[in-house]
Structures are given as structure tokens and as C-alpha cells.
């Protein structure tokens, strides 16, 4: 009830376009008093009727008090509420930095539960304001999905902005590859996309009844790997080349939720764990397994796929983030495919 109840309430406090977060306070006693029955066919009909005009607080029998605030500060993002998967550490977790630090607030969402609670610690002390929560999510589990998502909008009203980010690596030939690596791949980088965009959708769908000019937005983080094959990681570049499949379509049915629906495909970020971890990173892989030829230390690995690029480095969370906001800013553009790669994927 909570997951239909608050976004929409979130949607009819709107002020033109943008949407605020909802708290849960201490009711004063004075609030509007709002009964939405379970059986309700209606709920955004109901709360229509019952809200009074201008209304920044309303008490919702059953549920609580919830106040709207608005935004904390002029950033690219201010006032946003957004969902960052797989943010615990890596992109996920610089991209959800970025937000906050340009005013929204954000959910980080992780399968690990101490790194996710850590990681929204961080955010919240370095911008100095309550901007974040970490919740644990599987995204390959529906049931997971709807708790972890139910919590964020307990938390904030609903969202504007997912950022399906969580996702997987297990390199490999196609001779040899696993099937309980391919199931693993295809698990968390596709299906984990494809039901993370289930849970959230029919959210800012009931947020798009309840405020009909506001837009939102659904950007995945896929890879070069979904755009062109990767040597001996076919699992990994199947399942982002499907993820495209799957903006694509998203995008088309959506866009009638005002949702738009891009993906984001970065070339290597060498900075992150992926790479750079020195017990499991690809660097260490690559350089254990021999996969690049004569290489003797992880910047012998590095120069050799730096090499690769036309601009001769690695993308970096700066590169992504002004790619997102660039989605998120472009109201006419939708079930795209950007590349992030310094040149080394040209789009046709
Ligand atoms: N690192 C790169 O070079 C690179 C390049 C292009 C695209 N990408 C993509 O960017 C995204 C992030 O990559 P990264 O390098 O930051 O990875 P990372 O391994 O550093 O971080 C991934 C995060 O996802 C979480 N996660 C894994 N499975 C999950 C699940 N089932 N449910 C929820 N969370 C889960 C992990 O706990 C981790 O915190 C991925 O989708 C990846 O494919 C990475």
C-alpha cells in the first residue's frame, strides 16, 4: 500500500514539474486527515479529493504523517530522488556521490550490506545533510527488489531517477565458460536490469497520474561490451547487448509514463575495484592468466588496453556523470545507447 499510496501522494504535492522528497514526521495534530480504504479502486482519486489545495502535509490513516521538502540546493540534480544499484563501491557508488553532491537524494542500493551502509555514511558526511540510505537489494530477486524499493520510498516518497548500475563480470571462452557463470552473467546484468525496471516503473508511473508534466528517468549503465563483442567474455557482452534490447523496448512502452529510458555504455574505468583490486581486479587476472602478452606489471596490462583508445585513457566517473545528466537534462531523447569510451566505440 505504502509503494502506491506516497508516490502519488508526492506527485499531487508537485509544484509544476518537480516533485518532492516526502518525510515521515511527528504529526502536529493539525495535518489533513487522509482514509484511502484497501479495497479503493481509485487511491490517486481518493487522495485528490481528500487533499486540500496547496497542502504540504497530510497524515494518511494507517501509514503516518509525511511533510514535503523541497530542494536542499541548486545542483544538477537538486530536489531529485534517485535509486543507484550495485552502489556500494565502484561507478555505483561514485555516480550516487555526484547526485547528492548535486543536491538530490539518493538510495544506494547493494547486495552488500555493511559496504552499502558504509557508502551512504560517506555520502551523508562529506555533503554534510541526511542525503543518503543504503539498502540491501539482490537485483536478480523480485521479492527483493519490492522490500528494497519499498524502503526507499518509505524513505523518500518514490523516485525520479533509477540507475540500474549492479552488474557482473566472469570472463571466459565460450569453449570453456561455466554454466553457472553464463547463469550468473545473465542473472544480475540482464534479468537483474529487466526486474529492476519492473519494480520501479509502475512507481513513477502512479507519480506521472498523480503530476502529469513531471518526467523521469530510467538510465542503465551498460558498457563498450554492449555495443561491440568482447574477446572471451561473451557471457558479459551478451548480457549488456541484451540490456540495449531492453532500454529499447523499455523506452518505447514507457515514454506513454513519461519515463525515459536511456543506457550509458563507459569504456574501462581502471580506477575502480573491477580493475584495480590487487587480489581479484581484472589487472591482477590479466596479468596472472597472460592474457596480455609480455606484461610483467598491471601498468603493462594498463598501457595495453590503454592503447586501445583513441584518447589513450581510461573513462572515469566524471566522463559518465556528465553523460547522465546530459539524459536526464534532454527531454527530447529516449532508448538510446551513449557511448563513454574515449573514441574507442564509434556509433555508425
Ligand atoms: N569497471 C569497468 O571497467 C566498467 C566498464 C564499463 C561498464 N561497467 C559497468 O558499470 C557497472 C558497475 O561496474 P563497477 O566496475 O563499478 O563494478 P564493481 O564490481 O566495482 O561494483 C559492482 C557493485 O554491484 C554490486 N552487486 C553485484 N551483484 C549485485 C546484485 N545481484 N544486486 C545488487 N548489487 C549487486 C556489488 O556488490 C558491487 O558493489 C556494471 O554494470 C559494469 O558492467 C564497468
Request: charged share 20%; glycine share 10%.
Amino acid at each position: 500500500m505504502i509503494s502506491e499510496i506516497l508516490p502519488a501522494l508526492r506527485g499531487l504535492m508537485a509544484e509544476k514539474e518537480v516533485l518532492p522528497r516526502l518525510r515521515k514526521i511527528e504529526p502536529a495534530g493539525d495535518e489533513p486527515v487522509i482514509s484511502i480504504p484497501a479495497d479503493c479502486p481509485d487511491a490517486i482519486a481518493s487522495l485528490r479529493a481528500q487533499l486540500p489545495p496547496k497542502a504540504r502535509c497530510a497524515t494518511i490513516t494507517g501509514l503516518g504523517t509525511f511533510a514535503a521538502e523541497s530542494a536542499a540546493s541548486n545542483g544538477r540534480a537538486a530536489g531529485k530522488v534517485a535509486v543507484v544499484t550495485g552502489a556500494a563501491q565502484g561507478f555505483g557508488f561514485e555516480i550516487a556521490s555526484d547526485l547528492a553532491e548535486q543536491g538530490a537524494w539518493v538510495a544506494l542500493a547493494d547486495i552488500n550490506a555493511d559496504g552499502v551502509r558504509t557508502a551512504a555514511d560517506k555520502i551523508n558526511a562529506a555533503c554534510g545533510r541526511e542525503a543518503a540510505i543504503g539498502v540491501v537489494v539482490n537485483v536478480a530477486e523480485v521479492t527483493s527488489l519490492k522490500q528494497a524499493f519499498a524502503q526507499v520510498v518509505e524513505t523518500f516518497g518514490g523516485f525520479d531517477l533509477l540507475v540500474a548500475n549492479a552488474g557482473v563480470l566472469r570472463a571466459g571462452s565460450v569453449k570453456t565458460i561455466s554454466e553457472k557463470d553464463i547463469d550468473f552473467v545473465t542473472a544480475v546484468n540482464y534479468k537483474g536490469y529487466f526486474l529492476s525496471v519492473q519494480a520501479v516503473a509502475p512507481i513513477m508511473a502512479l507519480q506521472h497520474q498523480a503530476a502529469p508534466e513531471a518526467w523521469f528517468d530510467i538510465i542503465q549503465i551498460n558498457s563498450k561490451s554492449g555495443l561491440t563483442g568482447s574477446n572471451k567474455n561473451g557471457a558479459y557482452a551478451g548480457s549488456k547487448f541484451g540490456g540495449i534490447g531492453l532500454t529499447q523496448s523499455f523506452a518505447m512502452e514507457l515514454v506513454e509514463d513519461n519515463i525515459k529510458v536511456n543506457s550509458i555504455c563507459p569504456g574501462n574505468f581502471y580506477d575502480g575495484p573491477l580493475w584495480s583490486d590487487p587480489e581479484k581486479g581484472l589487472f591482477r587476472q590479466y596479468l596472472d592468466s597472460g592474457k596480455v602478452p609480455g606484461a610483467k606489471t598491471f601498468e603493462d596490462v594498463k598501457r595495453f588496453y590503454e592503447a586501445k583508445v583513441p584518447m589513450r585513457r581510461g573513462c572515469t566517473t566524471p566522463d559518465v556523470m556528465k553523460a547522465l545528466y546530459y539524459l536526464v537534462e534532454q527531454r527530447y531523447e529516449t532508448g538510446q545507447a551513449v557511448p563513454v569510451t574515449g573514441g574507442q566505440v564509434m556509433l555508425a
